[in-house]
C-alpha cells in the first residue's frame, strides 16, 4: 500500500485549501479512509473519515469547516478546508481510517499546512 498526500502550504487564517491523496496497492473502494493531522509537540490525530459507502465522520475541531471526498474511479480521497485557523497548522497525512485495518499504511511525509493569523 502507498499513500501519497499532497496539496498543504501556507494560507492566511479564513483561507482554504485541499489536500489530495493518491492510493496505490490496495482496493481502494472498498477501503474506509481518513485524514490524519500532527502539529508539533501533539499526537496524531484522525480528523475526518469516509467510508466505502461514502459516509463521513470529522471531529469536533473541523466539523463544519473541513470535507471529505473520495473519487474511486482515480482511487483519490481528498479534504477541503475552508475557514482555516492557526490551530490548524499541521502536517496532513491520509491512511486507513483505523490502525486496525489489514491495509493500513506506513506512515509517508504527509503535506504541510500552515495556517498563519
Known amino acids: 500500500v502507498q499513500l501519497q498526500a499532497s496539496g498543504g502550504g501556507l494560507v492566511q487564517a479564513g483561507g482554504s485549501l485541499r489536500l489530495a491523496c493518491a492510493a496505490s496497492g490496495m482496493f481502494f473502494s472498498f477501503n474506509a479512509m481518513g485524514w490524519y493531522r500532527q502539529a508539533p509537540g501533539k499526537q496524531r490525530e484522525l480528523v475526518a473519515a469516509?467510508?466505502?459507502?461514502?459516509?463521513?465522520n470529522y471531529a469536533d475541531s473541523v466539523k463544519g469547516r473541513f470535507a471529505i471526498s473520495r473519487d474511486n474511479v482515480k482511487n483519490m480521497v481528498y479534504l477541503q478546508m475552508t475557514n482555516l485557523k492557526p490551530e490548524d497548522t499541521a502536517v496532513y497525512y491520509c491512511?486507513?481510517?483505523?490502525?486496525?485495518?489489514?491495509?493500513?499504511?506506513?506512515w509517508g511525509q504527509g503535506t504541510l499546512v500552515t495556517v498563519s493569523s
Open positions: 469516509i467510508s466505502e459507502d461514502e459516509d463521513t
Open positions: 491512511n486507513a481510517d483505523s490502525p486496525t485495518r489489514p491495509y493500513f499504511a506506513s
